[in-house]
C-alpha cells in the first residue's frame, strides 16, 4: 500500500477503504509507515474527518492490531463503564462493587496514562497490598467467584492506538472526532466487556471543549460501539466543579468507601447510581431504571457493596480492613488550608487547573514514568454557588515531602471566580444516550 497515495485520497476527502485502513493500522503497527506519514494522515483524517464505517473499521483494525480478550468463560453478560476523565472521578470505586453486590459480572481492565490525578489503577494500590496484576485465568476465576476485578490492561492491547495516540499530541490532532472514538473504543472492545456504559464528561473539566462537542462525542461513540456489536449507552455529565469532593489517590478511596458505607451524599453518589443503573440494565437485571437504581441505594444501605469491595480488595491482596478503617491508608504529613481571598458566591471554577495543583502536589504524573505519592491530594469545602466569607476554606491541600507547593498554589490561584449574586444551578446529567 503507497502510504502517499492513502494520504493523498484522504486529504481529498475520499472514504478509505476497509482494506485501506486495515493496511494503515498495520502500517501503524508493524512501523512500516514513518511517523511524518502517520501524521499526515492523522492531520488529513482531523481536517476531513471520516464516514461511521470508516470509523467503525478503524476502530475494530485497531482493536485487533494486538490481544483480543475472551471472557466467555465468566459466566453471565460482562458489564464495564469508561470516564472520559475528569477530577474527583471516583465513580468506578463506588459503581463497580454496588453494581457486582446486585448481581452483574463487572470484568474491569483501567489503564493508568496521564492526568491530574493518577488512574483507577494508582488508586487502588493506595491500598496496602493491593495488586492490580492478574493472569489471564486468575481474572475469570476472580469475577466468577465474586462478580468483580479491576486489573491492569495488558501490554499488548490496541498497540497501534498507542503509537497514534503518542503522534496525536504532537501533531495538535487529538480533537478528532473519529480519532477519539477509535481510541477509546478500540481499547472497550478488545478488553471483552459485552456491554460498556460511557461517562463523557462536559465542562472546564472534560476532554471536549463545548457541552455541545461533549453531546456529539457520547452519541458518536454510542453509535460507532453499537455499529462494531458491542452493547454502548453513555451518559454526558457535568465537570465544571470537581465530581466528588476528594482529589487524589488514597483520598478517593476514601472518599467512595464513605459513599458505599452510606455516610456520604452528593454528586459523586447520584452520577454513580445512575451509571451503575444503567450497567444494570445493560445486564438484563434490571426492567428501568427506577428499579436499577433501588437496588444500588439497597446495596449500599445493607452494606453489600460495601462488602463487595473488600472481597475484591482481599481477593487481590490486599487489607480488606481499609473499608472499613479509612485510617489504614496512606496519609500526607502536612495539610494546610486555601483561604478564600473575597467575599461572595462560588460562581465558577477552573475545574483542570484544580487538577492539575493536585498533580503539582505529586497525585499524577506529567510523563508515564513519574511517582506518585498516594497520600497527597486537595479536599474541596466548597461548591458551586455556596457562599463563603474572606479567609474561609477554599479547600484542603494535602501535602507531601516532595510536592511542589508553591506551583500547586500558583495554579490555584485565580481558579475560583466570585459574584454576589448565585450562579443559575447546572444540571449534574445532561443528556442519556442510548442505541438506535
Same mark, same amino acid.
Given at each position: 500500500?503507497?502510504?502517499?497515495?492513502?494520504?493523498?485520497?484522504?486529504?481529498?476527502? $475520499?472514504?478509505?477503504?476497509?482494506?485501506?485502513? /486495515?493496511?494503515?493500522?498495520?502500517?501503524?503497527?508493524? &512501523?512500516?509507515?514513518?511517523?511524518?506519514?502517520?501524521?499526515?494522515?492523522?492531520?488529513?483524517?482531523?481536517?476531513?474527518?471520516?464516514?461511521?464505517?470508516? +470509523?467503525?473499521?478503524?476502530?475494530?483494525?485497531?482493536?485487533?492490531? &494486538?490481544?483480543? !480478550?475472551?471472557?466467555?468463560?465468566?459466566?453471565?453478560?460482562?458489564?464495564?463503564?469508561?470516564?472520559?476523565? &475528569?477530577?474527583?472521578?471516583?465513580?468506578?470505586?463506588?459503581? $463497580?462493587?454496588?453494581?457486582?453486590?446486585?448481581?452483574?459480572?463487572?470484568?474491569?481492565?483501567?489503564?493508568? =496514562?496521564? =492526568?491530574?490525578?493518577?488512574?483507577?489503577?494508582?488508586?487502588?494500590?493506595?491500598?496496602?497490598?493491593?495488586?492490580?496484576?492478574?493472569?489471564?485465568?486468575?481474572?475469570?476465576?476472580?469475577?466468577?467467584?465474586?462478580?468483580?476485578?479491576?486489573?491492569?490492561?495488558?501490554?499488548?492491547?490496541?498497540?497501534?492506538? @498507542?503509537?497514534?495516540?503518542?503522534?496525536?499530541?504532537? +501533531?495538535?490532532?487529538?480533537?478528532?472526532?473519529?480519532?477519539?472514538?477509535?481510541?477509546?473504543?478500540? @481499547?472497550?472492545?478488545?478488553?471483552?466487556?459485552?456491554?460498556?456504559?460511557?461517562?463523557?464528561?462536559?465542562?472546564?473539566?472534560?476532554?471536549?471543549?463545548?457541552?455541545?462537542?461533549?453531546?456529539?462525542?457520547?452519541? +458518536?461513540?454510542?453509535?460507532?460501539?453499537?455499529?462494531?456489536?458491542?452493547?454502548?449507552?453513555?451518559?454526558?455529565?457535568?465537570?465544571?466543579?470537581?465530581?466528588?469532593?476528594?482529589? *487524589?489517590?488514597?483520598?478517593?478511596?476514601?472518599?467512595?468507601?464513605?459513599?458505599?458505607?452510606?455516610?456520604?451524599?452528593?454528586?459523586?453518589?447520584?452520577?454513580?447510581? %445512575?451509571? *451503575?443503573?444503567?450497567?444494570?440494565?445493560?445486564?438484563?437485571?434490571? %426492567?428501568?431504571?427506577?428499579?436499577?437504581?433501588?437496588?444500588?441505594?439497597?446495596?449500599?444501605?445493607?452494606? /453489600? =457493596? !460495601?462488602?463487595?469491595?473488600?472481597?475484591?480488595?482481599?481477593?487481590?491482596? =490486599?487489607?480488606?480492613?481499609?473499608?472499613?478503617?479509612?485510617?489504614?491508608?496512606?496519609?500526607?504529613?502536612?495539610?494546610?488550608?486555601?483561604?478564600?481571598?473575597?467575599?461572595?458566591?462560588?460562581?465558577?471554577?477552573?475545574? $483542570?487547573?484544580?487538577?492539575?495543583?493536585?498533580?503539582?502536589?505529586?497525585?499524577?504524573?506529567?510523563?508515564?514514568?513519574?511517582?506518585?505519592?498516594?497520600? #497527597?491530594?486537595? #479536599?474541596?469545602?466548597?461548591?458551586?454557588?455556596?457562599?463563603?466569607?474572606?479567609?474561609?476554606?477554599?479547600?484542603?491541600?494535602?501535602?507531601?515531602?516532595?510536592?511542589?507547593?508553591?506551583?500547586? %498554589?500558583?495554579?490555584?490561584?485565580?481558579?475560583? #471566580?466570585?459574584?454576589?449574586?448565585?450562579?443559575?444551578?447546572?444540571?449534574?446529567?445532561?443528556?442519556?444516550?442510548?442505541?438506535?
Amino acid at each position: 500500500m503507497n502510504p502517499v497515495e492513502m494520504i493523498e485520497r484522504k486529504r481529498e476527502g $475520499a472514504c478509505l477503504t476497509s482494506y485501506e485502513i /486495515a493496511q494503515f493500522v498495520k502500517a501503524v503497527t508493524d &512501523g512500516s509507515f514513518q511517523d511524518c506519514q502517520l501524521g499526515a494522515m492523522l492531520m488529513a483524517i482531523y481536517l476531513k474527518g471520516m464516514s461511521p464505517e470508516e +470509523t467503525v473499521a478503524l476502530t475494530m483494525e485497531m482493536a485487533r492490531s &494486538g490481544d483480543m !480478550l475472551d471472557l466467555s468463560g465468566i459466566q453471565g453478560i460482562k458489564v464495564d463503564k469508561h470516564s472520559t476523565g &475528569g477530577v474527583g472521578d471516583t465513580t468506578t470505586l463506588v459503581l $463497580a462493587p454496588l453494581v457486582a453486590a446486585c448481581g452483574a459480572k463487572v470484568a474491569k481492565m483501567s489503564g493508568r =496514562g496521564l =492526568g491530574h490525578t493518577g488512574g483507577t489503577l494508582d488508586k487502588l494500590e493506595s491500598i496496602p497490598g493491593m495488586s492490580v496484576s492478574l493472569t489471564g485465568e486468575q481474572f475469570i476465576r476472580q469475577v466468577n467467584q465474586i462478580g468483580l476485578a479491576v486489573i491492569g490492561q495488558s501490554g499488548d492491547l490496541a498497540p497501534a492506538d @498507542k503509537r497514534l495516540y503518542a503522534l496525536r499530541d504532537v +501533531t495538535a490532532t487529538v480533537g478528532s472526532l473519529p480519532l477519539v472514538v477509535s481510541s477509546i473504543l478500540s @481499547k472497550k472492545i478488545a478488553s471483552g466487556a459485552d456491554a460498556v456504559v460511557l461517562d463523557v464528561k462536559a465542562g472546564s473539566g472534560a476532554i471536549m471543549p463545548t457541552l455541545e462537542k461533549s453531546l456529539e462525542l457520547a452519541r +458518536t461513540m454510542v453509535d460507532i460501539g453499537c455499529r462494531a456489536g458491542r452493547k454502548f449507552s453513555a451518559l454526558v455529565t457535568d465537570m465544571d466543579q470537581p465530581l466528588g469532593m476528594y482529589i *487524589g489517590n488514597a483520598l478517593e478511596v476514601e472518599e467512595a468507601i464513605d459513599v458505599l458505607s452510606g455516610r456520604v451524599q452528593g454528586p459523586l453518589k447520584e452520577v454513580s447510581l %445512575q451509571l *451503575g443503573g444503567h450497567m444494570l440494565l445493560s445486564a438484563g437485571l434490571a %426492567q428501568d431504571m427506577t428499579q436499577a437504581v433501588r437496588m444500588l441505594e439497597e446495596a449500599i444501605r445493607s452494606g /453489600a =457493596g !460495601l462488602r463487595k469491595l473488600g472481597d475484591m480488595i482481599e481477593w487481590q491482596g =490486599g487489607d480488606r480492613r481499609v473499608a472499613q478503617d479509612t485510617g489504614l491508608l496512606p496519609k500526607a504529613p502536612l495539610v494546610e488550608s486555601l483561604p478564600s481571598p473575597a467575599t461572595g458566591y462560588i460562581a465558577h471554577m477552573d475545574t $483542570a487547573a484544580i487538577g492539575n495543583a493536585a498533580r503539582a502536589l505529586g497525585a499524577g504524573r506529567v510523563r508515564k514514568d513519574d511517582a506518585i505519592d498516594p497520600a #497527597v491530594g486537595l #479536599v474541596m469545602k466548597v461548591r458551586l454557588g455556596d457562599y463563603v466569607e474572606k479567609g474561609q476554606p477554599l479547600l484542603d491541600m494535602h501535602i507531601g515531602q516532595d510536592s511542589k507547593k508553591q506551583a500547586c %498554589q500558583a495554579l490555584l490561584d485565580g481558579s475560583f #471566580v466570585f459574584a454576589q449574586q448565585p450562579p443559575a444551578p447546572r444540571p449534574l446529567i445532561y443528556e442519556a444516550v442510548y442505541s438506535r
